[in-house]
């Protein structure tokens, strides 16, 4: 029996060994696994904490809590080691969180083994928080506490941050004094955090727009604008040039009639008659440019805007001008430009007599394809010619449509081949209420026998006929030449001007003809010829001599003439 005992003992002694082996080895298996444990419940609460106020909140323990049920502690190595291979995890929560205040970016600590205490896992030494500080060494407001210590005073609450539910005060006990008078602020529901208001908006910016007519007035009247916006309305019959920044007319023929209106800006600087524009230094011929001053409305004319209308809208605005008129009540002008002439410079030279003028009424240029250069005489010939019946169509709008009731016409230069030619077919066509005013005709680059034939027949629907000539000009000089030495309308030969009946003649040499066109004198442009112009459309004033004391009259074999004095 003893040895049937004996028997059954040694087994059971294996046994127990073999359960207290196992059981030790669990041990080492749950400490192992604990911070595993700790770290998946410390990354379920981060986006709680991450609602939390900007200072960490640490609970106290609970008093008479029932301690925990003793176990043999694993060793320390064992511990340390499994501590160190958490922290060396990037995705586990070390001893001090990354978390933000109020956007300073400044690390806080969190509770000491938040996470693993909850999990139940056994609580660390204090020497192991000491080794986890001096590694991480952040700036900490609230000093990390060992579990089971005294809980640190939590702080009085502030307004929340971000949007996040203030804490929960602590309860105030009896002997603690009354807490002083706060600011009150909307306290939100706890169980709902409030989102952080969304940012503002960017400004949208507008595409820039073409100025309005309010603009535009605002412009004229603005005391820091130093310049003032002259309307004129054009006609042409040249062809589009394609340009991405503005409506470009060149020099080809368009062969059909284009309407529009420009805005061109005068200098208050201005001096009459000049058209101050940007200095350019080019090669000549080649109108290569070496150097170009840039456009500034205070000192040049320049063009605002330019836009193409339809008959109706350019009538609808000529009528709206007409009706603002005083000076010039219900007049228009028409200006036919002459040889070597673009078309911005047709409608700058348009706006300049207008300025010059004082003309309150509507000034429209027509101009037609010339080349803009001294060597296309003869395609400018072929030009004038092909225009006619365009500007026929032109000046019967004007006449019959724009609702003026007096009319002048002005031409330069080739022009005058143009304007005569067109006023042979429009005689019968003029209606009852308009009266052509006053016809002036500068410097004619036209056969003086074809001048005579047609002068004489517009002189009789025509309240005045006026004919600039002068002696020293160069452009008609060479027109000359290229006809065979044969002297134009506008020229004086050695014999006298050209004097018709009907037709007031004026040597207007010692004065030239700038004012109205472009480098056809030799002399400085001087603004007498404008002041006769003025008082001429203005008054319609006639014989010339009653409307300037520099116009003296002229006795010669052929009939009398004016002609105007030099002056210093």
């Given amino acids: ?174 002997e603690a004094p009354a807490p002083k008078p706060r600011a009150s602020y909307a306290q939100p ?58 409506l470009q007319f060149g020099s080809e023929r368009g062969h059909k009639l284009q309407l529009g209106r420009a805005l061109i800006s005068v200098p208050l600087s201005h001096k009459v008659p000049h058209i101050e524009r940007p200095t350019v230094y080019e090669i000549p011929y080649f109108k290569y440019k070496i150097y170009e001053e840039k456009e500034d409305p205070n000192k040049h004319f320049t063009l605002q805007e330019i836009k193409s209308l339809t008959e109706e809208q350019m009538l609808a605005l000529v009528k709206e001008q007409l009706a603002k008129s005083s000076t010039f009540k219900d007049h228009a002008f028409v200006f036919v430009h002459g040889f070597n002439t673009s078309f911005d410079c047709a409608l700058y030279r348009t706006a300049q007599i207008t300025y010059d003028l004082g003309f309150d009424g509507v000034p429209f240029v027509y101009s037609w394809p010339s080349g803009g250069k ?22 019967t709008m004007v006449i019959q449509k ?46 003086r026998d074809k001048f005579n034939i047609i002068a004489r027949e517009i002189s009789s629907f025509a309240k005045g006929v006026t004919l600039y000539a002068a002696s020293n000009d160069r452009a008609l000089g060479y027109s000359a030449r290229f006809w065979g030495g044969v002297p134009r309308a506008g020229d004086i030969p050695k014999d006298g001007p050209l004097i018709i009946p009907g037709v007031d003649t ?13 480098n056809h004198s030799g002399y400085a442009e001087n603004p007498a010829l404008l002041d006769d112009v003025k008082a001429l459309v203005s008054l319609g004033i006639r014989p010339p001599d009653k409307r300037l004391k520099s116009i003296l009259a002229v006795e010669s074999a052929a009939g009398t003439f004016w002609r105007f004095q030099a002056t210093n």
């Fill in 402 to 447: 724009s609702g003026a009731k007096s009319i002048s016409l002005i031409a330069h230069s080739m022009g005058n081949e143009l304007l005569l030619r067109v006023l042979e077919r429009l005689k019968p066509k003029i209606p009852s209420g308009v009266v052509i005013s006053q016809v002036i005709l500068a410097a004619p680059d036209v056969d």
């Fill in 189 to 246: 529901a706890p169980s709902a955090a409030m989102p952080p208001p969304p940012p503002a908006p960017a400004p949208v910016l507008q595409p820039p727009v073409a100025p309005t007519a309010a603009a535009r007035a605002a412009i004229e009247s603005d005391p820091s604008k130093k310049f003032k916006v002259v309307p004129v309305f054009y006609g042409t019959d040249r062809a589009i040039e394609p340009d991405p920044a503005r």
């Fill in 1 to 174: 029996m003893i040895w049937v005992a004996e028997g059954w003992r040694r087994p059971a002694r294996r046994t127990g060994l073999g359960l207290t082996i196992l059981a030790a080895c669990g041990l080492l298996v749950a400490c192992s696994e604990a911070p595993k444990i700790g770290k998946a419940v410390d990354q379920e609460q981060r986006p709680v904490a991450q609602q939390s106020p900007p200072f960490p909140t640490v609970q106290p323990p609970e008093a008479n809590a029932p301690a925990a049920p003793e176990a043999a502690p694993p060793p320390e190595d064992a511990q340390r080691d499994a501590y160190k291979k958490d922290e060396a995890s990037p995705d586990s929560g070390s001893m001090f969180e990354q978390e933000t205040n109020g956007g300073s970016g400044r690390k806080i600590p969190s509770v000491i083994g938040e996470g693993r205490i909850g999990a139940g896992a056994p609580s660390p030494s204090a020497e192991e928080p000491k080794e986890s500080e001096s590694a991480a060494a952040p700036p900490t407001e609230v000093e990390p506490k060992a579990v089971g210590a005294a809980p640190p005073p939590l702080p009085e609450p502030s307004e929340p941050s971000g949007g996040a539910a203030p804490p929960e005060p602590p309860a105030a006990s009896a």
């Fill in 374 to 395: 001294v060597a296309s005489y003869t395609y400018d010939r072929g030009s004038v010619e092909q225009a006619e019946p365009r500007l026929a169509e032109f000046l």
């Fill in 506 to 518: 004026i040597d207007v040499t010692a004065v030239s003809t700038d004012a109205l066109g472009l």
